[in-house]
């Protein structure tokens, strides 16, 4: 009877301790956050149609005055200091916008960039957003502007996979021409990463430098990347840089509106850079659970042995 008290008691308290102070802990210590959102269902839906040829016109008319499209041939305007003097970062590049802005997000963006990036909290006062809001725009030129964007984004992609496609054929030996694939698209994640994250924040491990010195304009410094990987992990990552409001509040980095594809891509450029031995330390998990395994039939193999003659 002794016994069976004892044991409730340890139940009881083993419990609370299970299901009622360890998910408190761990809720504070890790707030739930909801999952990252590539709909983006907080900006209006966008149906309204759109024709590359208008996208063309409205994108020479409106935006060319401040971001280079370098596919096209399209260079920017201002050098990298003085686009940096006049709206506090260099507008970046817009020849892969079309691929990896989630379009959604595109329309909002270009109809209100504060709303759209969530960070109308800094932009009190007569204080603007340096890309002004094209909130008098019709959807119809809207949609034709993200038509264009779309298609010279495609036709650079499509231009890169034919030169990957010559220069893989340049050789027979398949290990070579894997190498030559894992290259090119190494050198395209890295693309997409200088794209969205390349005017704020630095990657020293990788030498990238950002574009810009936007400490005055963000109120705060972006922090190097190279480590991001390792101190905050992917899950971490891949809700905030969908929605960095969701962990940091009234923080300054904007919503950069990536869809999935380019966010896992950024992802894997951090992960490659910061943690680059991740690959090698997963494959070998396998063996090394395989080690175990035979290692736990031989000890109980020789354990039988040795008591058979116990007895
Ligand atoms: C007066 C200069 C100016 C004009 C005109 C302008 N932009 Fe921008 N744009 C910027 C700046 C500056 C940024 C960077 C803002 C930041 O980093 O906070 C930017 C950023 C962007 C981005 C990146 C968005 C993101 O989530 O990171 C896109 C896409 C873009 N602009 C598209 C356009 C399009 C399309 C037009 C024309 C309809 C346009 N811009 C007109 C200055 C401009
Ligand atoms: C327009 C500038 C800008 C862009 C573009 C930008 N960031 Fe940031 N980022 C910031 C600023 C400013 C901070 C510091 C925020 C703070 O201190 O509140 C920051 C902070 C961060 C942090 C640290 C978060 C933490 O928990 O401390 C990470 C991670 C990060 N950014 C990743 C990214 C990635 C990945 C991209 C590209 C997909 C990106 N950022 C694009 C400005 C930017």
Redesign the pocket.
């Known amino acids: 009877m002794k016994e069976l008290k004892i044991l409730a008691v340890i139940v009881v308290f083993t419990g609370i301790t299970y299901w009622g102070v360890e998910p408190l802990a761990h809720s504070i210590f890790h707030p739930h956050v909801a999952p990252a959102d590539f709909k983006f269902a907080d900006l209006d839906r966008f149906e309204a149609e759109g024709t590359v040829a208008n996208g063309k016109s409205q994108?020479e008319m409106?935006?060319i005055?401040?971001?280079g499209i370098e596919s096209e041939g399209i260079v920017a305007p201002m050098d990298k200091q003085t686009a940096n003097m006049s709206?506090g970062?260099v507008?970046?590049d817009?020849s892969l916008?079309g691929a990896i802005?989630d379009e959604t997000f595109?329309a909002g963006?270009?109809k209100n960039p504060a709303k759209a990036?969530k960070t109308e909290h800094k932009f009190t006062g007569g204080k603007m957003h340096?890309?002004?809001g094209?909130d008098w725009m019709s959807n119809e030129d809207i949609a034709s502007?993200i038509a264009y964007?779309k298609e010279v984004s495609t036709k650079k992609l499509e231009k890169e996979a034919l030169e990957l496609k010559a220069e893989m054929n340049s050789t027979q030996d398949s290990t070579e021409q894997e190498a030559i694939k894992k290259a090119a698209e190494k050198a395209h994640r890295k693309e997409v990463f200088e794209n969205?994250c390349g005017?704020c924040h630095d990657m020293k491990y990788a030498k990238i430098e950002a574009t810009s010195d936007v400490s005055n304009y963000m109120g705060s410094t972006p922090p190097d990347l190279s480590m991001m990987i390792i101190a905050r992990g992917e899950k971490y990552l891949t809700t905030f840089i969908n929605d960095p409001q969701k962990h940091l509040h009234g923080t300054a980095m904007?919503r950069?509106?990536l869809n999935e594809n380019a966010q896992k891509a950024v992802i894997k450029y951090m992960e490659e850079t910061g943690d680059s031995k991740k690959e090698e330390r997963e494959a070998l998990a396998p063996w090394v659970l395989g080690f175990l395994g035979i290692m736990v039939i031989l000890s109980f193999l020789w354990k039988k042995e040795v008591w058979s003659e116990v007895k």
């Open positions: 994108v409106n935006c005055a401040c971001h709206y970062v507008p970046p817009l916008a802005y595109l963006f270009i990036t340096p890309m002004p094209y502007i964007l969205a005017r904007p950069v509106g």
